[in-house]
């Protein structure tokens, strides 16, 4: 039975989509879920998926996959870790939809629904990617997108 006073910290589970089309796409991955398990507890991230580039232009295919976890972190938090990360494993931002080393954005947080200056969650446009929405299905097809009501799975189908 917990109190109003009990001091463990409550925990949100998270989803994270990665990806990357510059340099070593792979090692890019594995050092960002590295650097995540510092804050993310559980951590587990689906198989890596070679993508096509959507909506950004031509440029190099990415490699993306998803992860899920547990934190303390509030969603603001963890989005300034991830922005955090993003700039400490080389990514750049010269324009709108450039190449990156990294991508990390942040999809769900909880059941959660923010519309915040700098954050929106769920991420506005996950439920048209295929290429967050299957690997984020791998490891959490029953989670329920708090906007829709509809599963990871669900939403997964539907997309072309």
């Not at 590295?34 to 031509?58: K, M, N, Q």
């Not at 629904?113 to 048209?128: A, C, K, N, S, T």
Request: no cysteine.
């Amino acid at each position: 039975m917990s109190s109003k006073n009990d001091s463990r910290p409550h925990f949100t589970s998270v989803a994270i989509a990665l990806g990357s089309n510059l340099g070593d796409r792979d090692a890019r991955l594995r050092e960002a879920l590295a650097l995540l398990g510092s804050s993310i507890w559980e951590l587990r991230a689906s198989a890596f998926h070679d993508t096509e580039p959507v909506g950004v232009g031509p440029q190099p295919p990415f490699l993306n996959a998803a992860a899920v976890g547990q934190t303390t972190l509030t969603a603001r938090e963890l989005l300034s870790l991830l922005l955090d990360l993003e700039r400490q494993l080389g990514r750049e931002r010269p324009y709108p939809g450039a190449p990156r080393t990294i991508d990390l954005d942040l999809i769900l947080f909880g059941g959660a629904v923010i519309d915040e200056p700098g954050l929106i969650v769920p991420h506005p446009r996950f439920r048209e990617r295929r290429f967050v929405l299957e690997p984020l299905a791998e490891i959490a097809p029953d989670w329920v997108d708090p906007v829709t009501g509809r599963t990871v799975r669900e939403l997964a189908s539907a997309v072309p």
